[in-house]
């Protein structure tokens, strides 16, 4: 499967939801997850992401790799999003600021 990363926290640019095959993105209020379940590891959302968000499980840095699990934790309970929409509105003041598990909304 991919995953989507932290960076994509207050961010959620949603590029990644238009290129997507099959529909496995999940939509939180301020961050998006892949269902691992529906994941075809096509990988072609990963370069659409402005935040860099987005690795196939394989991948995933080190200091990453929690959200393995937060994808597979929240996908059952987010809902589908299927196309992409306005990021939130402070994203890119947001993207690559560190430590933002914390702001993380389920
Ligand atoms: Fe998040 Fe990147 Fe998609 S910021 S919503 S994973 S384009």
């Known amino acids: ?21 099959v529909d496995c993105f999940k939509e939180g209020p301020n961050f998006l997850v892949i269902d691992p379940d529906e994941c075809i590891d096509c990988a072609v959302c ?4 402005p935040a860099n968000a987005i690795f196939a499980e394989e991948d995933v840095p080190s200091d990453q790799v929690q959200f393995i699990a937060i994808n597979a934790e929240l996908s059952p309970t987010f809902p589908t999003i299927s ?3 306005d990021s939130l509105p402070d994203a890119d003041d947001w993207n ?11």
């Open 1 to 21: 499967t991919h995953v989507v990363t932290e960076n994509c926290i207050k961010c959620k640019y949603t590029d990644c939801v238009d290129v997507c095959p």
């Open 96 to 106: 690559g600021v560190g430590d933002k598990l914390q702001y993380l909304e389920r």
């Open 83 to 85: 196309r992409a929409k």
């Open 46 to 49: 990963i370069p659409e992401c």
